[in-house]
């Protein structure tokens, strides 16, 4: 069965202080994963989408990385502002293109 | 911008009507719509597969005459919540995908409540 598990569920940190969000995944053939921030109340805001182990991608203090099992999510010097949930989601090739989703991590960054 | 736009982003209602929502794909024709379904401090769980011009494909456990979903045109999929209760409650998302880019983006969702 594919699955798709965060962790930790919830981080806080303080401003300035990196850290990294973990996303393992089991899948029968990935097609892609993906990285979605989303705020309370909001639908998911795209962030990345990886394709094959080794792959980076970075925009502004996010960074991802893809292996064969997991995926991370690094954040550099965060801001209050990136407070948010961050959730992780595959696509399988059988699933066609909908996505699984992990539960998230919420981030909590602190001034 | 948001490039998929979903409307209302929050509708009450009483218990047995039912509600329709919309989802707009704004800038690209997308022939397969998504609808999942997301609970307070949940995943997002997929609901169906909207597909333009042919019948939508439902998820396990979803039932297909409560949920109606229909894709009326490469930029819109509704979905309506039929004789609604209480417990269909909850935050309903569609997503789409741009196939040239391989992006799938989401609406900003719609908060359903039934008294």
């Known amino acids: 069965e594919d699955q798709v598990t965060q962790s930790p569920e919830a981080l806080r940190l303080q401003e300035g202080e990196s850290s990294s969000l973990n996303c393992s995944y089991t899948v029968s053939g990935l097609r892609g994963l993906f990285w979605y921030r989303q705020d309370p109340g909001k639908g998911p805001e795209f962030l990345f989408t990886?394709?094959?182990a080794g792959e980076e991608k970075e925009k502004e203090r996010l960074k991802a990385t893809l292996t064969k099992k997991e995926s991370f999510l690094h954040i550099t010097a965060p801001k209050p502002e990136d407070s948010a949930t961050y959730l992780c989601a595959v696509q399988a090739n059988q699933a066609g293109t909908a996505l699984i989703f992990g539960k998230g991590t919420t981030l909590s960054v602190s001034s | 911008g948001a490039v998929v736009s979903q409307h209302p982003s929050r509708v009450i209602c009483k218990s047995g009507t039912s509600v329709k929502i919309e989802c707009r794909s704004l800038d690209f024709q997308a022939t397969t719509m998504f609808w999942y379904r997301q609970f307070p401090k949940q995943s997002l769980m997929l609901m169906a597969t909207s597909n333009e011009g042919s019948k939508a494909t439902y998820e396990q456990g979803v039932e297909k005459d409560k949920f109606l979903i229909n894709h009326a045109s490469l930029t819109l999929s509704t979905l309506t919540v039929t004789s609604a209760h209480p417990e269909d409650s909850s935050f309903y998302i569609c997503?789409?995908?741009?196939?040239?880019?391989?992006?799938?983006?989401f609406g900003e969702g719609s908060r359903l409540t039934v008294l």
């Open positions: 990886l394709y094959s």
């Open positions: 997503s789409a995908g741009k196939t040239s880019t391989g992006e799938l983006f």
